[in-house]
């Protein structure tokens, strides 16, 4: 059971340069999000989604875009990479009707120079 | 956007000794307080969701309490080992969609044992 993966794990950006993170879970999860972590701050929300077709803005939306195709796919998009998104991006997925108890993937590290 | 706060931000405790922390969160528009385990290098585990007031959930060495009219949880680790070093994540869901919006998480708490 691979649970939540997201791709690349690494990845050196330009400024400017636009790039994709992938996010895929198995568990068929209707609730999917995305967070990015940096030092000294909590996780922060940037977008999450309920279901397939559906997506909204967190707290942190702004440079990104998502979408969601399929109940298992929730892309993340860096339309124009700035430096101030050099960060570590987090997928996460959880069951309606469950907790709320949110399973993670193993992160993506971003360097934008 | 709420505040979710925990203290102290780092806590080094000798190998066997019992801890403590705390999470503070807005008491209103509450419906669940999480707790997550993270380690190095790894992804963020849960530990416990908790929704009543009162409430008290336990698992092996560690356990963790609930107050929601005063809007603080602790999280305690009996008898510390090594293997508990880890940053903690408390997580506030003030939402009755049990996580579909997201959640609102603290700094952590990064916990050192020392053998």
Redesign the interface.
């Known amino acids: 059971n691979a649970g939540v993966t997201q791709t690349p794990k690494f990845q050196v950006l330009k400024t400017g340069q636009s790039m994709t993170l992938q996010c895929a879970q198995d568990m068929n999860h209707e609730y999917m999000s995305w967070y990015r972590q940096d030092p000294g701050m909590g996780l922060r929300l940037i977008h999450y989604s309920v279901g397939a077709g559906i997506t909204d803005q967190g707290e942190v939306p702004n440079g990104y875009n998502v979408s969601r195709s399929t109940t298992e796919d929730f892309p993340l998009r860096l339309l124009s990479a700035a430096p101030s998104q050099t960060s570590v991006y987090f997928c996460a997925s959880t069951t309606k009707g469950g907790t709320g108890e949110l399973f993670f993937g193993e992160g993506s590290r971003l360097t934008v120079l | 956007?709420l505040n979710?706060e925990q203290s102290p931000q780092s806590l080094h405790v000798q190998e066997g000794d019992s801890t403590n922390f705390t999470c503070s969160f807005p008491s209103s528009n509450f419906?669940?307080l999480?707790w997550?385990r993270w380690e190095t290098a790894?992804?963020?585990?849960?530990l416990f969701?908790m929704t009543l007031n009162g409430d008290e959930k336990k698992k092996g060495r560690i356990s963790a309490t609930l107050n929601t009219k005063e809007g603080y949880s602790y999280l305690y680790i009996k008898g510390s080992q090594p293997e508990d070093s880890a940053t903690y994540?408390c997580?506030s869901?003030p939402y009755s969609?049990?996580?579909?919006?997201?959640?609102?998480?603290?700094?952590?708490t990064h916990l050192i044992i020392q053998p």
């Open positions: 956007i979710v419906y669940a999480h997550y790894k992804s963020p585990e849960a969701v994540l997580a869901d969609g049990g996580g579909a919006d997201g959640l609102t998480f603290g700094k952590g």
